[in-house]
């Protein structure tokens, strides 16, 4: 980040995001502690926060987002303690809570998403632009005059995804810093996507800093610079490059273990040649992988006058066509 051309030191460019052994305390007794780690996230990142639930992921963004203050240990937003953050800084911020009812007023899907540009008093007809292009992306502008209670789960999702990132168009708009929270949960496949390219636009288009967590790991090393591995109490156990990071995680659940397999497989894959994306799912690779097998052992047998020699089953990476769908080193 900091070097310059030629091998000279180049101007040193601060974090948006930085939180240093971060302390807070509930009501219960409980508390939460980043530790030694220094989490810090700087212009065009996207850092992402992994850990079983009750780990501190959400209390983290709470204190990034400046609504709640730090018992002990230090967090700036933007140059700031970010509790102290004012409303000049807040218009750079651009968030979506964990449940995405907290964060809906508008009566409508389209008086909802307009409730920010209209406040920070843009101009009508690019209020217009803006909510209609924000909808669009979300696959909302045919629903933006329906009442918000009468959305589905995943709509409301959508739609708070639509209104905190309504500033994200064109080479005029764009926070500095978007901070998300379980933004992937409740989505469909599309919407999955929508979001993972709105992610990479906003980093290569406006250098914003986005800082996000999840519990779904197949998007993690399509949109992360660096991941953050918490463990129960908020401790920041391990920080580093996605496969470095995910590689090690813990089963914490089902759910997180499954997609942990599945990025250990990616990887793998990725390494000899074979990049499946992120956008395959598991019924498509088992189809893949039948293909091949079935491929490959015909391939065998017509070698052998049509019985196979030996029991040993060749192997799909040394016989038989690539099937559609997988792009290797040697696609053209």
């Not at 129960?232 to 391990?238: A, D």
């Not at 920080?239 to 759910?255: D, F, R």
Request: charged content about 20%; aromatic content about 4%.
């Amino acid at each position: 980040m900091n070097s310059g051309i030629d091998g000279m030191p180049g101007p040193v460019v601060a974090p948006v995001v930085e939180v240093d052994d971060l302390r807070h305390h509930f009501e219960d007794g409980t508390a939460v502690r980043t530790g030694d780690i220094r989490l810090e996230v700087y212009p065009g990142e996207c850092v992402v926060l992994i850990g079983p639930n009750g780990s501190g992921k959400s209390t983290i963004l709470n204190h990034i987002l400046g609504l709640s203050k730090p018992f002990g240990g230090t967090v700036r937003t933007l140059g700031k303690p970010s509790h102290l953050l004012g409303d000049n800084h807040r218009a750079n911020i651009a968030a979506v809570v964990q449940n995405p009812d907290d964060q809906l007023i508008g009566p409508t899907v389209k008086d909802d998403v307009a409730f920010l540009p209209v406040n920070l008093g843009i101009a009508r007809g690019d209020v217009a632009r803006l909510v209609e292009s924000s909808l669009r992306r979300f696959g909302l502008w045919e629903s933006g005059d329906r009442v918000i209670h009468a959305l589905s789960v995943g709509e409301r999702r959508r739609l708070a995804l639509a209104g905190a990132l309504v500033l994200c168009d064109g080479e005029g708009f764009g926070p500095k810093l978007i901070v998300l929270d379980e933004p992937f949960a409740a989505l469909d496949p599309v919407g999955r996507k929508t979001l993972t390219e709105l992610i990479l636009d906003m980093r290569a288009r406006h250098g914003t800093a986005i800082i996000l967590t999840t519990h779904y790991l197949q998007a993690v090393p399509d949109i992360a610079d660096r991941v953050y591995l918490l463990g129960q109490g908020g401790q920041i156990l391990r920080a580093g490059a996605p496969l470095e990071v995910i590689s090690t995680v813990p089963v914490w659940g089902s759910e997180s273990a499954s997609d942990a397999t599945w990025f250990a497989l990616r990887m793998e894959l990725a390494s000899r040649g074979a990049d499946l994306g992120s956008d395959i799912d598991v019924a498509r690779l088992a189809d893949l992988i039948e293909e091949w097998v079935l491929t490959s052992v015909g391939a065998s047998d017509q070698r052998v006058g049509g019985s196979r020699a030996g029991s040993e089953m060749p192997c799909p990476a040394r016989i038989g066509p690539v099937p559609k769908g997988v792009r290797t080193s040697r696609t053209p």
